[in-house]
């Protein structure tokens, strides 16, 4: 889709309605960790030298070091895993069409859900080694939460490699859906969980109150990711999956329209997130005790997200802390 000749436009200020508290990080050796994950992700060769070079630039163990703060350093290694690997099926499925999307995510799903999965692929072994060391750690009702998570996950990518191939654009109504998977926002916060050691029962995610805090910390971050990701994906091709070109394409919104528009729903969320924390239901003691924990954790995912973007080539290239301070893309 064209974006009708503009040549630049201002973020949101996402900062500026986020209270949630700046600057955590892991306190080990993020850096190293993150290098070892990254290692064995390389030592597979499932990505082409294109691929590899894009996944090595992600900086992600910054990501994982600002999302999971709180995690002992075994934990935080797993996280790394997971994250690198979620990166490494985006930058596949990527470049395929339907069929090649949903052939790599049958080859993911099969050999998490099957040890014995028969298939040698370069995929199926990493994956199958990360299960391995995984599952060992998981508990039964988190795991079957994650396969769930993972299953949604496999059809967004492969709806949005469809889409990309037809050249459709969803429509506003149908996006959030679709976005609320293909993120991995919902596998991101299993790890959450993982991460703080906790085994969160199923009635939780049923309870309404709980979804709510859920869904706004969730979409706080696609809908930021969007906007922070657009110029990115524009130049990619894929701009059709994202909430910028829907509002144009939709609502005839121009492009600094779009991303205000952006802005305002962000802070609807944010808003939510904390004002629907003060209506949650108790669950008992040990349980509420833990829901501070997870709730403050997934907080900690919103602003580990926003502040990554800004500490990373990988939306606004060499321009990234000039971006930060005057949230001017130019395009």
């Not at 209270?19 to 082409?48: C, H, M, R, V």
């Not at 703060?69 to 996280?79: K, L, V």
């Not at 990166?87 to 999307?101: K, T």
């Not at 709980?210 to 906007?227: E, H, M, P, Q, T």
Request: net charge negative; charged share 30%; hydrophobic share 40%.
């Amino acid at each position: 889709m064209q974006i009708s000749g503009a040549k630049q436009f201002y973020l949101p200020d996402l900062f500026s309605v986020c209270p949630l508290q700046k600057g955590n990080i892991f306190p080990g050796d993020y850096e190293g960790i993150g290098a070892e994950s990254k290692a064995w992700i390389n030592a597979f060769n499932a990505l082409t030298e294109r691929q590899r070079n894009i996944f090595n630039r992600t900086n992600s163990e910054l990501l994982s070091a600002r999302a999971f703060p709180y995690a002992s350093e075994e934990r935080f290694r797993t996280c790394c895993d997971c994250l690198n690997l979620l990166w490494m099926i985006d930058e596949i499925s990527d470049d395929q069409d339907g069929l090649g999307a949903r052939r790599t995510g049958d080859i993911f799903i099969n050999c998490l859900k099957d040890p014995g999965y028969k298939d040698n692929s370069p995929l199926a072994q990493l994956t199958k080694d990360f299960r391995m060391r995984f599952y060992e750690k998981l508990r039964p009702r988190s795991a079957k939460r994650f396969i769930k998570h993972i299953e949604d996950y496999i059809d967004a990518f492969v709806l949005e490699a469809h889409l990309r191939e037809r050249g459709d654009i969803l429509d506003f109504a149908s996006y959030p859906a679709l976005r609320r998977n293909n993120s991995a926002n919902h596998i991101s916060f299993d790890f959450v969980a993982f991460g703080l050691d906790l085994d969160l029962p199923d009635e939780l995610f049923e309870d309404p109150g709980f979804l709510k805090v859920y869904y706004s910390a969730g979409d706080i971050i696609w809908w930021s990711n969007d906007v922070y990701s657009f110029k990115m994906e524009h130049n990619k091709g894929h701009g059709g999956s994202n909430i910028i070109t829907i509002l144009m394409h939709e609502r005839g919104m121009d492009l600094q329209t779009a991303a205000n528009f952006v802005g305002e729903e962000c802070k609807k969320l944010m808003d939510a997130y904390f004002e629907e924390r003060k209506n949650i239901r108790s669950w008992g003691r040990v349980l509420d005790a833990d829901l501070e924990r997870y709730f403050d954790a997934l907080g900690q995912w919103v602003i580990a997200n926003m502040e990554w973007s800004f500490e990373t080539k990988r939306y606004f290239g060499e321009a990234f802390e000039e971006v930060r301070k005057t949230r001017l893309v130019k395009l």
